[in-house]
């Protein structure tokens, strides 16, 4: 009899073919994300699921008994609690590597567009506004040869580290737990302590993943460290920053833009401050969201599931922070 296996999230049918070569497959079709009482019942026999940002909490781990491995379909796993995990024998995948271009190319859209007021000037256009005359008013900055600060130098700060310093020949600082000697010598990158890079750069890239000593990092006082004519740009989790700091940065000029693709709650709800300065570029989550790439992260998260429960060689298995 084939060990069972439960998908919360939808996958393509490739990936449904690898995991019913080897498991008896259960699916969530929706409509929306599943809930949690909803996936206790549906994976109350698996040993295994593939989640997208579910939360897998002690609670939910009570009620499947059965559960041997986790496949996260993201790099990012800020939704599992590692701890409840590690206490039951559980192992954390998730799909590192394949996201990291797609990732670094969004977050150069996100620099480009809030630094050239990019969605500001596309609503002037459709407004009718747009009169022969001076256009001083809609300068932006440039981002070429523009100063750099990257906060997290995981794979994905190298990728956007590459872009910037052979693209767009820009400087760049980061900061991150440890040296990255390795791209320091590759990418000509230069490590800064926070304080540093944020005085000095002219965008700040958060990259870090969420973990307890990152949660909040961006505040009151590290948005006040920063250049008036600075942009913010958080590709990695809202959590990462305080949002009631970032939109009064914002309001008062403190900074000068951001460029967000995350939020403290998702999906962020219409009438949020943020949304209302025209200083800020919004997209809904969008990091790894092509097609190639959001297909190849399938492959991987089923895979994941293959080698850890029949393989017995788990791959791309959650560090531990
Ligand atoms: C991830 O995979 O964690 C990204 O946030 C998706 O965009």
Not at 251 to 259: D, K, P, Y
Request: aromatic share 6%; with cysteine.
């Amino acid at each position: 009899m084939k060990r069972k296996v439960y998908a919360a999230c939808e996958l393509p049918a490739e990936a449904k073919a690898h995991l019913e070569e080897h498991f008896d497959c259960g699916y969530w079709t929706g409509p929306g994300p599943i809930a949690a009482d909803q996936l206790r019942e549906a994976a109350a026999e698996a040993e295994g699921i593939i989640v997208t940002g579910t939360p897998v909490d002690a609670g939910l781990l009570e009620a499947l008994p059965r559960l041997r491995a986790v496949s996260n379909l993201s790099v990012g796993y800020n939704n599992l609690d590692l701890e409840a995990m590690r206490r039951r024998g559980i192992i954390g995948m998730h799909t590192p590597h394949v996201t990291d271009d797609s990732v670094a190319d969004l977050t150069f859209a996100l620099m480009l567009a809030a630094a050239r007021r990019v969605t500001e000037m596309d609503r002037f256009v459709r407004s009718g506004k747009w009169m022969p005359g001076p256009d001083r008013d809609r300068f932006g900055l440039d981002v070429h040869h523009a100063m750099l600060g990257i906060i997290g130098m995981g794979r994905i700060g190298e990728a956007v580290a590459r872009r910037a310093r052979f693209g767009f020949e820009m400087d760049v600082l980061y900061c991150n737990r440890s040296r990255k000697v390795e791209a320091e010598r590759k990418l000509g990158v230069v490590y800064s302590p926070l304080e540093e890079l944020l005085q000095s750069s002219d965008f700040v890239v958060m990259l870090a993943p969420l973990t307890r000593e990152t949660r909040r990092m961006m505040g009151e006082r590290q948005f006040s460290l920063m250049k008036k004519t600075a942009v913010f740009v958080n590709v990695s989790r809202g959590e990462t920053v305080d949002e009631a700091a970032l939109v009064r940065a914002l309001r008062s000029g403190t900074i000068r833009a951001a460029g967000l693709d995350v939020y403290e709650k998702e999906p962020i709800a219409p009438d949020h401050p943020l949304l209302a300065l025209d200083n800020v570029v919004a997209l809904p989550h969008l990091g790894s969201a092509t097609a190639r790439t959001r297909h190849a992260m399938a492959m991987m998260a089923v895979r994941n599931l293959t080698d850890a429960l029949v393989h017995g060689n788990p791959r791309h298995v959650i560090p531990d922070l």
